[in-house]
């Protein structure tokens, strides 16, 4: 019975841990070096889908290679928005200049050509595509309105009571011996 209330305990504090971390889904603040982004195309289908959330690792550009899956910042949107597509081409030289760029596009536009879609800087890309989280984002999208706030903090406010109150009444108990 004690151990069952040190992994409930133990379970309740990593819920509290990781619910805000949640709320940094799509604000590009990496975590270990890693960021969460929610996919908003379906252009990776059937491997990545719309409303998962995809795990991005950072890495230098001379590690990104050719049919590796990157998250990028596509310049052409305002506001930029994150997208996640597979490098179809690695480029280091462009129009005589030195650098790196990959040409990157959905699994579904594969019989598209790479010259007919715009290279992207190394500034612009975010990471390798570690994994991704299916259908994540619809719970994030909750927690971020009016009610999913509320509900969320009442949920974590509730589980740190939970926490903090027999820890509270021990120390009592001790003061009282």
Known sequence: MHFLKKLFTLLLALFLILLPCLLLIDHAMPIFGYSFHVVQTGSMEPEIHVDDVAIVRQCKPEDIRVDDIIAYLAPNYYPPITLTHRVRQVITELDGEQGFWVVAYGDIQSDIRPEHHQPISAQNIIGKVAGSIPRLSRAVAFMRSSQ??????????????????????????????
């Open 148 to 177: 999913g706030t509320l509900i969320t903090l009442l949920c974590c406010w509730l589980s740190a009571l939970v926490i903090v109150l027999p820890v509270v009444r021990k120390r009592r108990g001790r003061k009282r011996s």
